[in-house]
């Protein structure tokens, strides 16, 4: 396993009357009413912000370049264990053990946590939202939760490969400009990587199908918009990270 390996993420859990969006990193997730309006449900995680900057550097951690320890984008994560506090995976780890002994005289249970030197209790899943904090680098989500309104018209969770190219405000408004065009132009419009849309949509198409070829050319058409063009050699770097877009 890589313990330099890690990943950020945005869950959005839609119910009958509320909305709630737990994010660790800089994925992200916002919603747009029928007026066009944005409404955030979470916030990037940047180790420059005051409040994780903070933390960071309670953990041990510095931020340089708006990076933790100069390396890392994000001061939140699933993984990225060499930025989390050996000392306390090791408490932590340790803790475990002892809960898992059976009756006196029986032999210690073995922890779960990943068998490396410099990484002990690196498996551990730890519940403690105390201690979770103490990490450089945690897993710890902010969760966010707004009520459930008729208003909303739909809502775009993406990871940061789309948010490095548009704002909330941007990514929402090419949206409703593209469902202005409507579906059809999927039969003719190719994508960026010159494949054409296998979803066909016409006057005999179910409510289901229409609203499918709906959300599949918006977010076909933020990421073309968002792929960069040229030699990528000689871009900032927008446009080149991985893309991944739901809308809902």
């Known amino acids: 396993m890589a313990f330099n390996a890690g990943c950020t993420s945005t869950v959005v859990l839609i119910t009958k009357d509320t909305i709630y969006c737990a994010n660790a990193g800089d994925s992200r997730a916002c919603l747009a009413t029928k007026k066009g309006k944005v409404i955030e449900l979470s916030h990037d995680h940047k180790p420059d912000n005051e409040g994780e900057l903070k933390r960071v550097k309670a953990a041990g951690g510095f931020v340089e370049d708006g990076r933790v320890q100069g390396v890392i984008a994000v001061s939140r994560a699933i993984g990225d264990w060499e930025y989390?506090?050996?000392?306390?995976?090791?408490?932590?780890?340790?803790?475990?053990?002892?809960?898992?002994?059976?009756?006196?005289?029986?032999?210690?249970?073995?922890s779960p946590g990943i068998k490396a030197g410099n990484?002990?209790?690196a498996g551990k899943i730890y519940r403690n939202i105390e201690e979770s904090k103490k990490h450089q680098v945690t897993?710890?989500?902010?969760?966010i939760k707004v009520p459930f309104k008729a208003d909303y018209d739909f809502l775009i969770n993406a990871c940061d490969g789309i948010w490095d190219c548009y704002t909330n405000e941007e990514a929402v408004a090419l949206s409703l400009k593209t469902r202005e065009k409507g579906p059809r132009a999927i039969k003719t419009k190719k994508r960026a990587s010159g494949t054409s849309s296998p979803?066909?949509?016409?006057?005999?198409?179910?409510?289901?199908?229409?609203?499918?070829?709906?959300t599949s050319f918006i977010v076909e058409k933020l990421m073309d918009n968002g792929i960069a063009k040229g030699d990528i050699t000689k871009s900032d770097g927008t446009g080149t990270d991985n893309m991944t877009c739901i809308i809902v």
């Not at 780890?93 to 809960?99: A, F, H, I, Y």
């Not at 897993?139 to 969760?143: G, K, Q, R």
């Not at 198409?205 to 229409?210: F, L, Q």
């Open 139 to 143: 897993s710890f989500p902010d969760i």
């Open 199 to 214: 979803l066909k949509i016409d006057k005999k198409s179910s409510v289901g199908e229409r609203m499918q070829g709906e």
């Open 119 to 121: 990484y002990p209790g």
């Open 84 to 110: 989390k506090n050996p000392k306390l995976l090791a408490e932590m780890d340790g803790k475990k053990r002892k809960s898992l002994k059976k009756k006196k005289g029986e032999a210690e249970s073995e």
